[in-house]
Every structure is written in structure tokens, then in C-alpha cells.
């Protein structure tokens, strides 16, 4: 687990985004780690759900639930992310948690959060 991005999302606009538990599957093994994929080409936030769980189930050591999701406002000119919202699907995910992942792959961005709107 320690090779998947913490974060990934699109480089910039207003986009869907789910924050994923991805569960290790080994015996033994109960390591879980939370990820941020947001992206622009997602009708629904289960869209990026499906698909990015796909692709990390594949080889059956991982486990993935999507633990709520939102919305990304990223803004590289100005170096600026906002989270916020929820989904209608998921629920609102914690976006405090995703605001310390997004910092940490964008450390010289100002990153902020709030639960306002949908």
C-alpha cells in the first residue's frame, strides 16, 4: 500500500471527489490507508469510486470502501485547493482528512475545507 498516491486528482477546475479505505487483504496484515481521487470527467462520485477500486482490487491484496466524498475547487494559477460538499451516494467524507492528504501532496498550496454546499 505504500506505493498508491495518497492524492490524485485533476490539475485544475471544480470537480467530484471520493476519499477511499483501501484494506490490506493479506492474513495477518489489517494496515488500511486513506486516498483522495477527484477528477473531472466524473458524472458521479461512484463513477471514480468504481473505477479506481477496480483498478486496486485487481490483484485481490486490496480491499477498498469509499468512506464519503465531496467536491475539489483546485486552483494552480493562484495555488489553491478547496474542499468541500458531499455526495448524494457516499455522504460527506471527512474533509479534514482530505485536506492533510491534499496538503501533504501539494505542500505549497494553501489548502482549505468547510461543509458548505452540495
Known amino acids: 500500500m505504500a506505493n498508491i498516491p495518497q492524492a490524485d486528482i485533476d490539475p485544475s477546475g471544480v ?4 476519499l477511499i479505505r483501501v484494506h490490506s487483504r493479506e492474513e495477518g ?12 470527467w ?5 463513477d471514480i ?3 479506481v477500486s477496480e483498478e486496486l482490487e485487481k490483484g485481490g491484496h486490496l480491499d477498498c470502501e469509499c468512506v464519503g466524498g465531496g467536491r475539489i475547487k483546485h486552483d494552480s494559477q493562484a495555488k489553491k485547493i478547496h474542499v468541500y460538499g458531499y455526495s448524494m451516494g ?3 467524507a471527512n474533509h479534514a482528512v482530505t485536506t492533510e492528504k491534499l496538503k501533504a501532496r501539494y505542500p505549497d498550496y494553501e ?4 461543509n458548505e454546499g452540495y
Open 15 to 18: 470537480f467530484k471527489y471520493v
Open 29 to 40: 496484515d489489517d494496515s488500511e490507508v486513506d486516498i483522495v481521487r477527484g477528477y473531472g
Open 42 to 46: 466524473a458524472e458521479y462520485h461512484a
Open 49 to 51: 469510486y468504481d473505477k
Open 90 to 92: 457516499f455522504g460527506r
Open 111 to 114: 489548502v482549505t475545507w468547510d
